[in-house]
């Protein structure tokens, strides 16, 4: 399997506590970015990396959120002090960024990782 | 804020034809196309780029009207397989004319296919 993976798929947590998520985008993919989604709703932004920065996190929900890329590859997601909230699917996506403008960016999900705050 | 997909719901028998629609207040760089069906991930179906451009693969295409800052997908002869949720992501332009797939999701259209 080629595509974007997550893991884990599904985690159910206490309310208060800290749970991260891993994501590996696709192998040739600079981009990667983290969105959330809840029931009903479409996909959220949350932040973005190029390779192992991280260009925009200004729609992190919190300073409880945090993401990191740290050799450009796979990427995390950590939620401290987790609250009901905080309940949602959180997806992973990857692209391979062009130097060239009006390329556009074709983005692929990963399955997501469905949180569960209790 | 997020773009306004119409209508929310479409209900068709296979065979049948629809047309889901995306509208944003702001100026875009490109609208980007997601089915997804339940408890799955978004996917891909096409990328729009301004300039007014009209995509096809096999019976789904879209169009992007830049001036209108709308776009339509087009799904004919529906078969089974489409029945999810459809989402439209609009990417608004950075500074220089580039983009980085910033997605803002529209409120997605439900589309029931029965036999």
């Known amino acids: 399997d080629t595509g974007v993976s997550q893991d884990p798929r599904h985690k159910i947590t206490k309310r208060g506590q800290n749970v991260t998520f891993r994501c590996d985008p696709i192998s040739e993919h600079n981009r990667l970015y983290w969105y959330r989604q809840t029931l009903g709703q479409g996909p959220e932004f949350l932040t973005y990396f190029q390779n192992e920065a991280q260009l925009e996190k200004s729609r992190l929900l919190s300073d409880r959120f945090s993401a990191e890329r740290p050799k450009g590859s796979f990427s995390t997601l950590e939620i401290q002090r987790t609250e009901q909230g905080d309940s949602a699917m959180y997806l992973c996506?990857?692209?391979?960024?062009?130097?060239?403008?009006?390329?556009?960016?074709?983005?692929?999900f990963g399955e997501g990782s469905w949180l569960t705050v209790v | 804020q997020q773009p306004v997909q119409s209508p929310q719901a479409v209900i068709l028998r296979e065979g049948e034809d629809a047309v889901i629609n995306c509208s944003s207040s702001k100026a875009l760089y490109s609208v980007h196309w997601y089915r997804q069906k339940h408890g799955e991930a978004p996917v891909f179906l096409m990328i729009l780029l301004k300039g007014g451009e009209q995509k096809g693969h096999d019976k789904i295409s879209a169009s992007f009207n830049e001036k209108k800052q709308q776009s339509s997908l087009y799904l004919t002869a529906s078969q089974l397989s489409y029945s999810g949720t459809y989402f439209c992501?609009?990417?608004?332009?950075?500074?220089?004319?580039?983009?980085?797939?910033?997605?803002?999701f529209g409120q997605g259209t439900i589309l029931t296919v029965h036999p």
């Open positions: 996506a990857s692209s391979l960024g062009r130097a060239s403008p009006y390329s556009g960016n074709t983005i692929y």
């Open positions: 992501g609009t990417e608004e332009p950075e500074a220089g004319g580039t983009s980085y797939g910033k997605l803002t």
